[in-house]
């Protein structure tokens, strides 16, 4: 192991320029325990490289409008951590970070994908490298499927049939899967990923995809779910006052034995459960005749580099040092989840930094293929207008081809808003 760790210190080292010593300043947000791990962090990649950082750092709270001002005054720090679906609203024609794929000499761009690349790409200009990738799995109660007398789905049609046996067989209160809000806006978007091959927004020309009657499909299969009773109907999900999964007591004792969520939120899902409750992570399930597996993947974070910093290649060696070397990226652990940087990953996978939980997931959400998600999927006004009009299919007050056009007249209002035509 010390040999590989020293190869890994010397590849990611030997890129590094000679930058004088410098004064610099990193952002981020987040929670106790990611403040303390950038902290040491770097002071490590500052002593390593002669470099000073001063730390910025708050919670999600306010964090967006603290780096907008920022940003609007050309007074951001050197080094910023910046959440993926920012990247066009602060950078809408690629020039608003500096780009990173000048800095190669000093950053190794080689321990990145290329799609990881190109999800930190605006107009070619890689404005950010994602420090950790989290993409959607379904996950499932192994105990409660077993109890059902069934094996863990692998298709749509396998969930489909499993409901009618889980109504006879355990009772009419248990489901082999929950999703409202988000997680049937995610759901309606796999289904008609997976159908079509197109992503619903192309992430190259900012535009919809979809026609209205493909996204009609999409609804029109979540309530296919609804009707096999696959999935807990949306009003009486709501009924019971919950609406975090981890915090569904019918979630945590079985009643409710599968979902379709982030890789990362394996152990806040999995540690509410009762005693005999187990789960897995199962990959994403296949339908017949699928154009493309369909998989959600999206760099979870980034870090960018100002396009105002007076010190360009000191940032770039202490970016590159956090996110490559073996100093900073010990000091950071796993704060910000596993790490995409194959540099990264391999060091703490050889120092069991890593659950492997955590490490099986991500394998299965690397391994899935699926086109470019748009950033603007994340987008508050983009999410409110699949939510709120899947919520009034689901309470019957319209219908899906109803649903369907008043979802994609708001994401193309939204687009229109930030992209020139």
């Not at 999800?119 to 059902?148: E, K």
């Amino acid at each position: 192991m010390t040999k590989r760790i020293l190869s890994l210190a010397l590849a990611t080292t030997a890129l590094a320029g000679t930058a004088n010593a410098a004064d610099l300043r990193m952002s981020w947000w987040g929670g106790d325990s990611r403040h303390e791990a950038t902290q040491a962090a770097l002071t490590a990649c500052g002593e390593k490289h002669g470099h000073t950082i001063q730390p910025e750092f708050t919670g999600w709270s306010g964090h967006f409008e603290k780096v907008a001002t920022q940003i609007a005054g050309g007074t951001e720090a050197d080094i910023m951590q910046i959440n993926w679906p920012w990247l066009p609203i602060f950078s809408q024609n690629g020039d608003g970070f500096a780009d990173l794929s000048q800095m190669s000499d000093i950053i190794d761009l080689s321990q990145w994908s290329e799609d990881q690349i190109v999800s930190g790409t605006v107009n070619g200009a890689l404005n950010g490298l994602p420090v950790s990738t989290t993409g959607r799995l379904f996950v499932f109660n192994t105990t409660t499927w077993a109890d059902a007398g069934l094996d863990l789905p692998q298709t749509w049609d396998d969930l489909i049939a499993a409901g009618p046996v889980f109504a006879e067989t355990l009772g009419e209160e248990y489901y082999p899967m929950e999703a409202i809000g988000l997680d049937a806006a995610m759901i309606v978007t796999l289904y008609g990923t997976q159908k079509t091959g197109k992503p619903l927004i192309d992430a190259q020309t900012n535009e919809v995809n979809w026609t209205v009657e493909e996204m009609t499909d999409a609804i029109s299969f979540y309530q296919t779910l609804v009707d096999n009773h696959v999935i807990l109907p949306w009003r009486d999900q709501l009924a019971s006052g919950v609406q975090a999964l981890h915090e569904n007591p019918k979630w945590t004792n079985g009643e409710i034995a599968g979902t379709y969520q982030w890789d990362s939120t394996y152990f806040k899902i999995s540690d509410p459960l009762g005693e005999g409750e187990e789960i897995e992570y199962v990959g994403l399930l296949e339908l017949d005749g699928q154009q493309t597996p369909g998989v959600y993947r999206k760099a979870s974070m980034v870090f960018s580099i100002s396009k105002n910093s007076d010190n360009p290649e000191a940032a770039a060696e202490v970016l590159n040092c956090l996110l490559n070397e073996p100093e900073g990226v010990e000091a950071m652990g796993s704060a910000r989840g596993v790490p995409a940087s194959q540099a990264a990953l391999s060091l703490l996978q050889d120092a069991d930094a890593i659950a492997p939980e955590q490490a099986d997931a991500q394998s299965k959400v690397m391994a899935a293929e699926g086109p470019a998600i748009h950033p603007f999927m994340e987008h508050p006004d983009v999410r409110s207008a699949m939510e709120d009009n899947l919520e009034a299919f689901a309470y019957g007050q319209i219908d899906a081809a109803q649903a369907a056009d008043e979802i994609l007249y708001g994401i193309e209002d939204v687009l229109a808003d930030n992209f020139d035509s």
